[in-house]
């Protein structure tokens, strides 16, 4: 293991809720009501990605680029107000595998804008490398671009890299990457099939460095 890659919503910071919540409250301003369960299918998505779905199966007049703008605005002032803090266990796993002299990179599916602001809230960017969200690469989540990219980064080769994702999308990402998976199982994620994932957890505590290096082998 040469490299360790996190996701972020889910893994990171239990945003999934921020992010249902907000994304109905757009949908209402539409005069579109939807439930939680419509939006657990674009979890690890872009937000480019989402709306295009969205706008072809309502017909929105809006833009992309519109409905992107009055999405991050609110969901960057829900995050200003809020009291979020890192999963449990994240912190204490991100020292121990900074104290292995272990590169750490996030690839998200959320903008670099949003990756800053809640690696900053949590205070956690110290531990990181380096960062990149799924829409500086041509193709987002459940293709491995984002993956292959922050592996480059890093200077570290795919089969090295350890991914942790609580997506289905991300976990496909990071295998057809050709990287091993650690899929977390985060309630608050909605229904996510992480079958496809080499090992399979319900909290962060139960990984460290060494369950890590006994993955790879």
Not at 34 to 40: D, N, R, V
Not at 88 to 108: C, Q, T, V, Y
Request: aromatic content about 6%.
């Amino acid at each position: 293991m040469k490299a360790v890659i996190f996701d972020m919503d889910g893994v990171l910071i239990d945003s999934e809720p921020l992010h249902f919540e907000v994304d109905q409250m757009v949908l209402r301003k539409l005069n579109i009501n939807e439930s939680k369960s419509y939006l657990e299918r674009f979890v690890g998505y872009t937000n480019c990605a989402m709306w295009q779905i969205i706008q072809n199966e309502y017909s929105i007049e809006k833009t992309i680029d519109e409905l992107i703008e009055l999405q991050m605005t609110t969901k960057l002032h829900f995050l200003e107000k809020s009291d979020y803090k890192a999963i449990d266990g994240i912190k204490e796993l991100l020292e121990e595998i900074r104290l292995n002299k272990i590169p750490m990179g996030i690839a998200s599916s959320s903008p670099r804008v949003f990756i800053e602001a809640v690696i900053n809230k949590i205070g956690i960017s110290q531990y990181f490398d380096n960062w990149i969200s799924g829409e500086e690469v041509e193709k987002s989540k459940p293709e491995p671009d984002v993956f292959l990219k922050i592996s480059e980064l890093l200077g570290v080769n795919p089969d090295k890299c350890i991914v942790i994702e609580d997506s289905k999308s991300g976990t496909i990402a990071a295998k057809k990457a050709g990287m091993k998976c650690i899929g977390y199982k985060n309630i608050n994620s909605g229904n996510q099939d992480l079958s496809i994932a080499d090992l399979i957890i319900d909290r962060i505590p139960e990984i460290n460095v060494h369950t890590m290096k006994e993955l790879m082998r």
